[in-house]
Structures are given as structure tokens and as C-alpha cells.
């Protein structure tokens, strides 16, 4: 397993390494791209203006990747994930951020350090609009009022707390995403452009938010024993992955009613009580195929699939690859 360091310099940069080499394709733009050491593909970074910024994604990493961030400044990260799977974890602290192919999220960092985890040889391909703070008091004049109710309350400036939230990907976020990969224009038509992308990509994830049917009433901060309750369960969940408890036995594990439970999931782990159940099963799968050397029939058995069909779709979905393709090569 590698290990990545990103940092601040006058910016979010990578840091000079042996994995990378740096090019420059255009003005206020730089293009990492990876070495062969550790697979292959890019990252893009493109700043528009000031404390607002796109990056662009397209990589498979041959092994399992540890990325450090340091001295990284607050800012708000508004994701579009097609393919892939990586984990951001805020330094000292229990939860975990998952993000997944055909899956959107808007995150919040507010720490100067936090690890992401990247799994390797699945391919990535995302585009993030990143903002701070400060960018839109300067180009919102009528303040926070205006934001998403949610947004404000992370924006705050006592809230220490990190944030994330994702739902799955729709259509118009993903053509977005697509076209700002493929712009070939140059010069002010190519800031122009990107810069309205970014704004409208921004615009559908502020819809998100502003939607309770998918927001529920996630709030900024979790009562600590919520967060207790929602980890014991979470525990519970995982170690009975082949015959998992309904909903409403796990809620009673951890003391809580289904709803409260399904809001707290979101809030600590990006996810529904369902969706997580589906994800562990799934990665599980993955270290199956990879590290045991079993079939995909018996791997989708063991891991509570009763459709191999389903089993392959949802794999697929998962991932970026088929179950086949990631057998254990003897």
C-alpha cells in the first residue's frame, strides 16, 4: 500500500513525489498525472478564480492507496463520482465518508487534516467543484440567508463539525460532469465555460439539499449518544452481513426508532441503513474474490445474494468492473 501526501500551496496541490509528474496545460490549470508505479490516469486541476476551483479525475491505482491531506484550508467540495470507490476520514474521529460510482455528494471540511482511502485497480472518474467559505461572501452579496437552510448551519462560523451527503447520481448532474471532462476550448470560451458548469453543477447539488425527501432533517451535529447508538449498530450490522436484522430489530439494538436511525446513518456514513448493508456486503464480496480465491456463485451465497444476476449488477454498479474481473488470478 502507497502512501499520497496532498497539502497547501497557495492552493490544494499534491505534493512532488516519485508517484507523479507535473505539467502546466494551461493558464491557472495543472495535470498530475500517475506514475506507473501505482497505476495510471490523472488528476486535473483547474482554478477559475480565487478560492473556487475544478478538479477532474480519471484514474486506477494498482494497489490500495493512503492519501494524506495537510494543512488543507475549510472549504465546500461538490462531487459527481461515475465510477470508483475511495473513504475520507477527518483525523481523530470515528466516522467515515464513503463515496461511490453513480453516486453525488456535497462535503465540508473544516480540519486541516483528513486521510482519504482509495481501493485499488477499480477505475475513477469523478469531477469536483471545490469553494471556501469566503468565496461566497464576497460573490453573495445577500448573505447566507439565501443558502440551503443546512448549508448555513455548516458555514457557521462556531461549527467545528465536518459534513457530507450524497444521493444517488441523475442525469443532469452527470452530462454536466461529462462536459467539463471533454472541454476542448481554450482561453477566456474555456474559463467562460467551465466557470458556468461549475455553477450549474453547483445549482442541482443545492437542489439536493434543499430537498427534505433526501436530506431528511440531517442536521451539522449528532448528540454524542446518537453517535454511540448509531456506531453500536452499525457494528451489529456488519457482523452479521449472511443474515442481517430488519430495520426495525436493528433500531431496537440500538435504541432508536427506524427513522431516527436511517437519519443518523446518513449524517455519520453518507448512507441509509440499507445502502450500507448493501456496500459492506459487496466490498466484503470484493475480498472474497480477490484474496480467497473463491467463485463469484459462491461468493454472492456467502455474502447473502440469493440472484447471481442481482449479485453481478449490483457489483458492477458498485465498483465499475463484473465479479469475474476481479477473480483471484492463480
Excluded at 81 to 102: D, L, P, R
Excluded at 175 to 186: D, G, M, R, S
Excluded at 222 to 245: G, I, V, Y
Excluded at 291 to 315: I, N, R
Amino acid at each position: 500500500m502507497h502512501r499520497v501526501v496532498y497539502q497547501r500551496e497557495g492552493g490544494l496541490k499534491l505534493s512532488e513525489s516519485m508517484f507523479f509528474t507535473c505539467s502546466a496545460p494551461g493558464p491557472k490549470e495543472t495535470c498530475w498525472l500517475c506514475s506507473e508505479k501505482i497505476g495510471n490516469g490523472y488528476f486535473h486541476q483547474i482554478i477559475i478564480r480565487q478560492g473556487f476551483e475544478i478538479w477532474i479525475s480519471d484514474y486506477t491505482f494498482l494497489t490500495d492507496i493512503i492519501s494524506e491531506y495537510v494543512d488543507v484550508p475549510p472549504m465546500l467540495q461538490f462531487t459527481i463520482v461515475e465510477s470508483g470507490h475511495f473513504q475520507i476520514q477527518k483525523t481523530g474521529a470515528s466516522a467515515v465518508y464513503e463515496y461511490s460510482g453513480e453516486h453525488q455528494g456535497v462535503s465540508f471540511f473544516n480540519d486541516a487534516r483528513f486521510t482519504r482511502y482509495t481501493t485499488g485497480n477499480i477505475p475513477v472518474k469523478s469531477v469536483s467543484v471545490i469553494v471556501r467559505p469566503e468565496f461566497f461572501h464576497t460573490y453573495l452579496e445577500e448573505g447566507y440567508f439565501t443558502f440551503p437552510q443546512l448549508l448555513a448551519c455548516i458555514f457557521a462560523p462556531d461549527k467545528h463539525e465536518g459534513f457530507y451527503f450524497k444521493c444517488p447520481l441523475s442525469q443532469s448532474p452527470r452530462k454536466i460532469a461529462q462536459q467539463i471532462a471533454a472541454c476542448q476550448l481554450t482561453g477566456i470560451k474555456r474559463k467562460l465555460f467551465l466557470e458556468s458548469k461549475a455553477f450549474e453543477l453547483m445549482y442541482y447539488q443545492f437542489e439536493n439539499l434543499s430537498n427534505p425527501q433526501l436530506c431528511g432533517e440531517t442536521t451539522c451535529k449528532m448528540h454524542p449518544q446518537d453517535k454511540k447508538q448509531t456506531e453500536r449498530a452499525r457494528d451489529f450490522l456488519l457482523s452479521n452481513l449472511e443474515t442481517p436484522p430488519c430495520l426495525q430489530e436493528l433500531a431496537r439494538s440500538a435504541g432508536m426508532s427506524h427513522p431516527k436511525l436511517n437519519r443518523c446513518f446518513k449524517q455519520m456514513y453518507g448512507m441509509t441503513v440499507f445502502q450500507c448493508l448493501r456496500y459492506e456486503r459487496l466490498y466484503k464480496a470484493k475480498t472474497m474474490l480477490e484474496d480467497e480465491g473463491l467463485s463469484v456463485t459462491e461468493t454472492a451465497y456467502l455474502v447473502g445474494y440469493d440472484s447471481l444476476s442481482h449479485f453481478s449488477q449490483a457489483y458492477k454498479k458498485q465498483f465499475g468492473i463484473s465479479p469475474s474481473s476481479s477473480l483471484r488470478v492463480v
